[in-house]
């Protein structure tokens, strides 16, 4: 088919006046873009093409007037490179010039509601909002979805995994299940659980993708030849597994995976934090404790150090600012470890 020819088609078809073939084609085409494993960015004026094709699509099938509708674009990094897509491309920016644009310019001026638009067996969820939405999976999971963010996934919900694909950011309480795990994807991570709390964040066009656990244990690793077998039990080879209060940090730069503590870890284990007079050694205990980190220190020099100190909310590195200062020391930040410097004291 020329580029005149599948013009004249995608404009039938915009216009509702195609013939069943026809229609076939266009939604084979529309299908396309879903089934990509890789996300590119796409040529200039195809997002309101597409969007513009997504609202005759679900008229189509719901014998209805067009909806408000949103779906996440997925595009493989081959895809507008190929010869026939080439020139798939250049007859959809063709018909954004010729009055497509302008139809899906209006759709997009409509206020839009968080919408669900069930298709081929997925539903894709966006939100378009400003505010946090909250919603389930129909295996009972719980998704709190960041403004702008999508999320698309299998409306049934059935077979050996749980899939879900993210674009944005989203907060998971994924429920247990170790017969099927829960994966995540995003453009360059795939995130597998069994059934916990985690983050994950991945905005279109960001440089760097971050995956942090709350609860539970998370196994991460890149997209790209990724192992989808792995579990947190039986993580990949290149991947990486998270505890409680650890996050990754991927740059698609580097294309590189580094693990570390997230900005503010959260008290896992309340502790008592009310010390007098008590070895420096047992404050560092009880923070290991409560925050399930690893505190590293020379036990020789701080073997004789004892302190007078009570913490109340303040976030886990407050407090370690506040104890280092009592004792002239400082920490640093290795990984997902926390390292005491000091000169060490003498017994009182």
Sequence with gaps: MTEAEFHSVLQRYLDGRCTPQERALVEQWYDHLDQAEEVAQPAPGQAAVEDAIWQRLMQDRAGKQPKPATRVRRRPATFWQKPRFQRVAAALLLAAGLGVLPYA?????????????????????HNPTQVVENFQLPDGSAIALHPGSSLRYATAFAGPRRDVYLTGEAFFKVTKNPARPFLVFTNHLVTTVLGTSFRVKAYTGSKETYVAVREGKVAVQA??????EATPASPAAAGVLLLPNQQVVYSAAKRYLKKELVDKPVVLAPQVFEFEERPVTEVLTALEKAYGVDIGYDKAKLA??????TFYDEPLFEKLGLLCKSLGAYYTLADTQIIIHSTGCQLK
């Design 223 to 228: 997209r790209h030849n990724a192992h989808l």
């Design 105 to 125: 310019a209006r759709l997009r001026e409509q206020p839009r509601p968080s919408a669900v638009a069930p298709a081929h067996g997925w539903t894709r969820r």
């Design 304 to 309: 004789g150090c004892t302190v007078s100190i």
